[in-house]
């Protein structure tokens, strides 16, 4: 079994040029791995040259990610981020583990711990040692469940495997009013069609160099709540699944505006805390006080993402009630 390492980039050289690196000094035998890296134009680094590369014009993820399925050659495919170093053993340990898996095949997460950038932030240690930003913390918490499926919701595509055959046919959603969630939406989607758990190997790892800021993660909570609403219009299954609930029918669009009034006052004092959190050193915090400010920042997590979810269902039924069926 060989295995074709996916690796589509949007992000900066710098950052490509250290996951090249790393994928350089694996100790899985160069015959038995590829690496296809998607960019406008082939990156001009040393390392690179022994990488395939991809062109593509796409400014999404999703479309750079079916151009390197198109273009993979692996019986096992692995999805990395540019801005991932893997460890020495994280191909061979992707490999070994789709191999164990022959017989019960599934989708692998592994682990991508935060790098640690100096000086430690208050906000960073509660993006990593919370489930602020992502599920990481308590894939960590459970590690020892081998077998237990986190399910499509987990599958985060910073270090995951799959075996071609379940890939083949399955293309990203390319609209960018759902980019946000394509990553999900095909993992739900291949793990429905192939009836495939996602299991979760800790020893398979990258560490993982994106340091979270309080307007970007803001303005990706408001983006996703945007996008959630059009995606419960295309993909109802779906964001059913994902949601637990019919994201755009009326009363849920009603819980979220009285919602959005109702904390209004205190989002904004929790937002005023979260960017203070960026200013504040890591070192005299708890770890019960790093859990109490992820529970307080929760709320202005929700809040901010439902005020996406209100902005752009306003925004379909300007859309709807205008007499040329135009935006208002």
Not at 255 to 272: C, D, I, K, M
């Amino acid at each position: 079994m060989q295995i074709s390492v996916l690796l589509p980039s949007l992000g900066s050289p710098d950052r490509l040029a250290r996951c090249f690196d790393a994928l350089g000094a694996q100790t899985l035998p160069s015959d038995r791995f590829e690496v296809l890296y998607c960019t406008n134009e082939k990156a001009g680094t040393d390392q690179a040259a022994r990488f395939r590369h991809v062109p593509s014009s796409a400014t999404s993820l999703a479309a750079r990610r079916n151009a390197l399925l198109a273009s993979a050659q692996g019986d096992a495919l692995l999805f990395l981020a540019d801005d991932v170093v893997p460890l020495p053993d994280c191909l061979e340990g992707h490999l070994n583990a789709q191999q164990a898996l022959s017989g019960k095949p599934a989708l692998v997460v592994g682990a991508a711990p935060a790098v640690i950038r100096l000086p430690d932030r208050l906000l960073d240690r509660v993006a990593r040692e919370t489930s602020l930003v992502s599920s990481l913390d308590q894939m960590e918490k459970h590690s020892a469940s081998i077998e237990r499926d986190w399910s499509f919701r987990n599958a985060l595509f910073l270090n995951v495997s799959i075996r071609a055959m379940d890939a083949a046919g399955m293309r990203f959603d390319e609209s960018g009013e759902h980019s946000e969630y394509a990553d999900l939406e095909w993992a739900w989607r291949v793990t429905s069609a192939r009836s495939l758990p996602v299991v979760y190997r800790p020893q398979i790892r990258v560490r993982h160099d994106s340091r979270i800021e309080p307007d970007a993660f803001l303005d990706r909570e408001y983006s996703r709540g945007m996008q959630a609403y059009h995606m419960g219009l295309r993909y109802p299954r779906f964001a059913k699944a994902l949601f637990g609930r019919e994201i755009g029918q009326a009363d849920e669009l009603r819980y979220s505006r009285a919602f959005v009034e109702a904390e209004r006052g205190l989002a904004e004092q929790l937002r005023q805390e979260l960017f203070a959190l960026a200013e504040v050193s890591s070192d005299s915090a708890t770890p019960q006080a790093v859990e109490s400010i992820y529970n307080e920042q929760s709320l202005l997590k929700r809040w901010t993402w439902r005020l996406g979810l209100i902005a752009s269902a306003n925004a379909a039924r300007a859309v709807a009630t205008s007499p040329l069926g135009l935006a208002a």
